[in-house]
Structure formats: structure tokens, C-alpha cells
């Protein structure tokens, strides 16, 4: 089948430390991946994506590569501010649909 | 441009009454996804159209639950009767259709309480 796996959170940083969120898939095909982040008290936005094997996506000091050989995707950024405080889900398209299918959430608490 | 339009935002309700959401997607988005999100988890696609059609509904519960998207716009979702385990955040999501690597846009969603 087709499913996300991501590391359980809380994680919490101090502002300015190194951020790596672990995000793994199963997938049938070859599947888009994706990290969605949800700021409090507003909607899921896409924050990156990458469609196929070795693409790197970036947004805002994040990046995520897609892993084909450990499928894995996992989210990282140099430099967290108080401001990139959210939860942050990993998901994926169903190949050769549109089916957008979610991990469980990491939430990253940021300190000043 | 408009985003994702859902109401209402906060509704309670008890067990075994009825309740119904309704979304408006970005106009053009011929996709539209309802997703459950449960405290604590990650959105739970509930059901998928594609125009007024159904792509997939094969997670949603339809001995209580039931969507429509009559002419290819807006949605509605109904919950009858409404179960504890309801409890959720019912967020609506919309796409072009035809790009299978396109964004979703997601509504702030309706954090339905069922006491």
C-alpha cells in the first residue's frame, strides 16, 4: 500500500539550531512527495514538493531530497527561527494519481 | 485570488444529531478532497471528486457519512448520526485537475465537537 511514516514529535529546538524532520514512504509506482506545515491557527500550505528520484525541494531555508534508494524524505533546515513554529506533515501522491495521502504531524517548537 | 472557502468554522453538537460542512473550492479546481483530521493526527482522506464525480470514497464511513458536489463547484458533507468519535477538524482541499504533481489548497477546515 501507500503510507507515510514520520518521526513522532515534539521537537524542540533553541532559534538558530539545525532542524531535520525524518520522513520515510511506501509507495507503489513512484510517487510525489511533499511538506505541507500548519501555522497555528491556519490551514495546511504546501511548504516544498519533489516529483521524482534526486529532486531536491526548497522553500524558506528548508529543504527536503527525494531518496528513492531509502525512501525517505525528510525535511531539514540550517537555521529555525521562533517563527517556523508549527506542525509539519510529509505526504505523498499516489503514482499516476492525485491522491494526496499524510504522515501523522511533527510539531517543531521553537525557542528564542 | 480566493482560497478555499469552508463554514462553518466551530460547530458542537451531540450524539446522534446531524451535521453538514460545506466548501468552496478555487475557481477553476476541478478536484476537490474532504480530509478528517483527528487531534493529534494527520488528515484522513475522507473522500475525493473530481468534478461532480466520485474518485475515491473507499475511507469514508458511508453508513453515516455522505458528500455530494452537485455541479462540479461546491461541496457539502454530512454526518448522520453523529458519533463521539467524530470529533475532528473537516477540512476541504482543492486542485487542478490533470497534474498529478499540482498543489492542494487547503481550507482553514470546521473543528466539529460531537458531546
Known amino acids: 500500500g501507500n503510507s507515510v511514516t514520520q518521526m513522532e514529535g515534539p521537537v524542540t529546538l533553541s532559534e538558530e539550531a539545525f532542524l531535520t524532520i525524518n520522513c520515510t514512504y511506501t509507495?507503489?509506482?513512484?510517487?510525489?512527495l511533499f511538506w505541507y506545515v500548519q501555522y497555528p491557527g491556519e490551514g495546511l500550505q504546501l511548504l516544498l514538493k519533489?516529483?521524482?528520484?534526486?529532486d531536491k525541494g526548497s522553500n524558506k531555508g528548508f529543504e527536503a531530497t527525494y531518496r528513492k534508494e531509502t525512501t525517505s524524505f525528510h525535511l531539514e533546515k540550517g537555521s529555525v527561527q521562533v517563527s517556523d513554529s508549527a506542525v509539519y506533515f510529509c505526504a505523498l501522491t499516489v503514482y499516476n494519481t492525485d491522491k494526496l495521502i499524510f504522515g501523522t504531524g511533527t510539531r517543531l517548537q521553537v525557542f528564542p | 485570488e480566493a482560497g478555499v472557502a469552508q463554514s462553518p468554522r466551530y460547530k458542537i453538537i451531540e450524539k446522534r444529531q446531524s451535521v453538514a460542512f460545506w466548501c468552496n473550492p478555487i475557481?477553476?479546481?476541478?478536484?476537490l478532497y474532504w480530509y478528517q483530521q483527528i487531534l493529534g493526527q494527520g488528515p484522513k482522506l475522507l473522500i475525493q471528486f473530481q468534478n461532480n464525480g466520485v474518485v475515491d470514497d473507499s475511507q469514508l464511513p458511508k453508513d453515516r457519512f455522505s458528500a455530494e458536489r452537485l455541479k462540479g463547484v461546491d461541496s457539502t458533507l454530512k454526518i448522520q448520526p453523529a458519533k463521539l468519535e467524530d470529533s475532528a477538524v473537516y477540512l476541504c482541499?482543492?486542485?487542478?485537475?490533470?497534474?498529478?504533481?499540482?498543489?492542494?489548497?487547503f481550507g482553514q477546515g470546521t473543528r466539529l465537537t460531537v458531546v
Open positions: 519533489a516529483t521524482k528520484a534526486d
Open positions: 509507495a507503489t509506482g513512484y510517487p510525489s
Open positions: 482541499a482543492s486542485s487542478l485537475v490533470g497534474n498529478l504533481n499540482t498543489e492542494a489548497f
Open positions: 475557481s477553476g479546481h476541478a478536484t
